[in-house]
């Protein structure tokens, strides 16, 4: 049964953990258990629906994936894995503005949605608003620091901006 109180605490505990993790198979394990706590949706239905947009997702059907997405925001608009997802298929679809204003939303109710932060710095890298994407990995840093080759890629970037 899904209980929110708990699957914060839980959140809390996991980001914790990221904060000073080494082992990479324990922070695949931790940043795994993260994504199936924002995948749980608490609805069946819900959850029905975030499965027919993957799976519309899965087949580029992105307008389709939009729809299924946009219910389950009408039917929850708190619920963070749905902005972030609708947000990936606007992304998919060449659509970064809506995209942005998605994973915004998506920061606004979970801020330490790493998945949402990393579609931001891809959005900024691709439009070349490398000033934004820095700022992007700086916050995905602080919140994911042992982030696999995070570092490199904020050094690199740097050096791309001087």
């Not at 790493?114 to 700022?135: C, E, P, R, T, W």
Request: negative net charge; without cysteine; glycine residues 4%.
């Amino acid at each position: 049964m899904y209980h929110p109180k708990q699957s914060e605490e839980k959140l809390n505990d996991l980001f914790n953990y990221l904060q000073d993790a080494q082992d990479e198979s324990e922070i695949g394990s931790v940043e795994s258990q993260i994504w199936e706590i924002w995948l749980e949706s608490g609805s069946p239905q819900l959850n029905w629906l975030m499965e027919k947009g993957a799976e519309a997702l899965q087949k580029k059907d992105y307008n389709q994936s939009i729809e299924f997405f946009g219910q389950v925001i009408t039917l929850n608009p708190d619920y963070a894995e749905g902005w972030n997802k609708r947000a990936t298929a606007y992304f998919l679809r060449g659509d970064y503005k809506a995209s942005l204003l998605d994973i915004e939303e998506t920061l606004r109710l979970e801020p330490r949605h790493f998945g949402a932060i990393s579609g931001m710095i891809n959005i900024y890298m691709m439009v070349q608003d490398l000033k934004a994407a820095l700022k992007a990995y700086k916050l995905l840093q602080r919140i994911y620091p042992q982030k696999r080759d995070l570092a490199q890629q904020i050094y690199n970037l740097q050096k791309r901006i001087k």
